[in-house]
């Protein structure tokens, strides 16, 4: 599938598949992120986005979760203690760690991800799209 096809397309193949799982999980570390150091539950996504336009509306909702985070429940979390919890067993942070150690990396991870698959399916995007505009 080439470029417009693949952003018009409905999720349907492994590709495609693999596009869609990186864009939802790059939404969910920052959401995740937020909630675990701040204690205001974020909202739960049942990741049945299937199609470009379900993500875009996915990714505004998590700007939005994020932006009605209070500053003040976040700032002083540097000591909280975070557990993720895995098939495979636990990892335990404190807040700054957690947030510069896997939050962070986890999400740019997923984000070049969904970007790689996007230019491997001939979408025509670049270092521009990736970086984002300058204020």
């Known amino acids: 599938m080439q470029g417009r096809a693949f952003l018009a397309a409905r999720r349907d193949d492994a590709v495609d598949a693999g596009f869609f799982k990186q864009v939802q999980t790059a939404c969910d570390s920052p959401k995740l992120c937020i909630a675990r150091l701040s204690g205001i539950a974020a909202p739960v996504n049942d990741d049945s986005e299937a199609t470009i336009a379900e993500l875009q509306t996915r990714i505004a909702d998590t700007l939005g979760y994020i932006a009605s985070v209070p500053r003040e429940a976040i700032d002083g979390q540097e000591a909280r203690e975070v557990t993720l919890t895995f098939p495979g067993g636990e990892m335990k942070f404190l807040g700054q760690p957690y947030v510069t150690g896997f939050a962070i990396p986890n999400f740019y991870f997923h984000v070049t991800t ?21 204020v």
Do not use: F, Q
């Open 114 to 134: 969904a970007y790689i698959l996007l230019r491997g399916a001939g979408v025509p995007v670049g270092k521009r799209d990736y970086m984002g505009e300058r």
